[in-house]
């Protein structure tokens, strides 16, 4: 159990007190809002932190592998729901969202089967980046901020989509030939 496993471990006890800070009561509460926020960042700064510490150090495990990517999508999808629960969120944008998280996570498991680690493009990097960005701005909901929330909201669909088609051309070969 080294120190970026430890991270991602961190990031997922994060989620339910970020959780539970944004919806105590029915997300009315700017103040349990602003600590939601600061939860969230934390734990999206130990995403960061625990990669360039695991590659610096060549502290990459199997565990890390699996965990840290599947830490980040609850993060980010717990938020998501929550933002749909508020009336914050379109649903159909959270489906579109979290529906790219379940097909690469397919892709890259039928990959795995076979060996090949697929890994992260400059998209789905874009992609994270600005679904982290509007998830932030969502959270501390200032109104003179709503424009530039929903250009990000816009800007998160659109690089998802863009970043899942990516991911498709580049790989097809995995699932259609089981190599690359």
């Known amino acids: 159990m080294n120190l970026p496993n430890k991270l991602t471990i961190l990031r997922v006890i994060m989620i339910p007190f970020f959780v539970l800070f944004l919806l105590l009561e029915g997300g009315a509460n700017a103040n349990y ?3 939601a926020a600061a939860i969230f960042i934390i734990a999206s700064f130990t995403d960061l932190l625990d990669g360039m510490i695991a590659r610096k150090y060549g502290l990459v495990t199997n565990f890390g592998k699996f965990m840290d990517p599947l830490a980040d999508k609850l993060l980010v999808c717990s938020g998501l729901i929550c933002f749909t629960a508020l009336n914050q969120l379109s649903a159909w944008v959270v489906i ?7 097909i690469i996570s397919g892709f890259r498991l039928v990959a795995s089967d076979n060996g090949i680690v697929i890994a992260a493009s400059k998209w789905g990097k874009f992609k994270t980046a600005s679904q982290m960005i509007m998830s932030v701005l969502l959270m501390v909901n200032i109104p003179l901020l709503t424009p530039v929330t929903v250009v990000f909201v816009w800007l998160a669909v659109i690089l998802t989509i863009v970043s899942l088609i990516d ?7 995995v699932l259609t030939e089981g190599s690359m």
């Open 33 to 35: 809002r602003w600590i």
């Open 96 to 102: 579109v969202i979290i529906s790219r998280e379940f």
């Open 167 to 173: 991911y498709i051309v580049k790989n097809y070969k």
